[in-house]
């Protein structure tokens, strides 16, 4: 597992950022765990160097194409609660 570079002190239990550091943290290794092999990213850089009529993004991995079409569904004030919520509780 890889690990995470912060502000030297954010991981002091006294801390303004200790709580949120603490739930980033949680999401962050859940995240890493489910994130997409190295074999998959370098077939959709290779279909996208590649793409005929090419896009200005490509996603990799189910847990992006979920939050892409979460984006696409709601206004922009809806996806930035979705987003604290997700990073906050």
Known sequence: MCEIVHAKNASNSNSAYSSLLKKFQSNYYIAMQNAPTPEKVANVIMHAITDENPKLRYSV?????????ARN????SEFHNLLLQTVLH
């Open 61 to 69: 991995g189910e847990d992006i194409d979920m939050l892409l079409d």
């Open 73 to 76: 569904r709601m206004s922009d």
